[in-house]
T-cell receptor
Framework: DAGITQSPRHKVTETGTPVTLRCHQTENHRYMYWYRQDPGHGLRLIHYSYGVKDTDKGEVSDGYSVSRSKTEDFLLTLESATSSQTSVYFC?????????????FGPGTRLLVL | QKEVEQDPGPLSVPEGAIVSLNCTYSNSAFQYFMWYRQYSRKGPELLMYTYSSGNKEDGRFTAQVDKSSKYISLFIRDSQPSDSATYLCAMRFSNTDKLIFGTGTRLQVFP
């Protein structure tokens, strides 16, 4: 499972409140990603990181921010949650092996914004 | 038009059947192709990884890439109820780590 954990695994919150999701990895991977998964849209990239304090936006970054102060932790923050941010959030890491570079996913966080 | 198209299903087959799952794509520059399996309420797990055109086999699974038609397939032989899941195709260009995903096909294998 590439040593990825996400917390919390489930969260219910109210519109307008801040929410932070945590991704933790144990294998010192440089590249980390946050995705959201919604019916009919598949997996969409929110933000990604190439190392400590090196982050950038993905295709659906509006309303989200990230931070990476340690290699092992990648935090996703919804500054003021909206109902449109109700989704399942996945963290991923990128692993490079000879002839193969692809992404491995965490177990996900289910977020409901009321 | 989406860059990667995938029929959402559900696809329902009896145990033992051969299953064919497919994705089409629009950008001929994609070089790496992947299939992920996602069980209900779990994260996607990498199933198959292929580079450029051709076939790759791993047990009951065969991944096929036809770059001339911009079409990739995943075949599952002797399907089992444990294969019931959503299958996501993904692909990327050679000069980036970013993956583009299909929306997934839900497969149900009944005993």
């Amino acid at each position: 499972d590439a040593g990825i954990t996400q917390s919390p695994r489930h969260k219910v919150t109210e519109t307008g409140t801040p929410v932070t999701l945590r991704c933790h990895q144990t294998e010192n991977h440089r590249y980390m990603y946050w995705y959201r998964q919604d019916p009919g849209h598949g997996l969409r990239l929110i933000h990604y990181s190439y190392g400590v304090k090196d982050t950038d936006k993905g295709e659906v970054s509006d309303g989200y921010s990230v931070s990476r102060s340690k290699t092992e932790d990648f935090l996703l923050t919804l500054e003021s949650a909206t109902s449109s941010q109700t989704s399942v959030y996945f963290c991923a890491i990128s692993e490079v092996a000879p002839g193969m570079e692809t992404q491995y996913f965490g177990p996900g966080t289910r977020l409901l914004v009321l | 038009q989406k860059e990667v198209e995938q029929d959402p299903g559900p696809l329902s087959v009896p145990e033992g059947a051969i299953v064919s799952l497919n994705c089409t794509y629009s950008n001929s520059a994609f070089q790496y192709f992947m299939w992920y399996r996602q069980y209900s309420r779990k994260g996607p797990e990498l199933l198959m990884y292929t580079y450029s055109s051709g076939n790759k086999e791993d047990g009951r699974f065969t991944a096929q890439v036809d770059k001339s038609s911009k079409y990739i397939s995943l075949f599952i032989r002797d399907s089992q109820p444990s294969d019931s899941a959503t299958y996501l195709c993904a692909m990327r260009f050679s000069n980036t780590d970013k993956l583009i995903f299909g929306t997934g096909t839900r497969l149900q294998v009944f005993p």
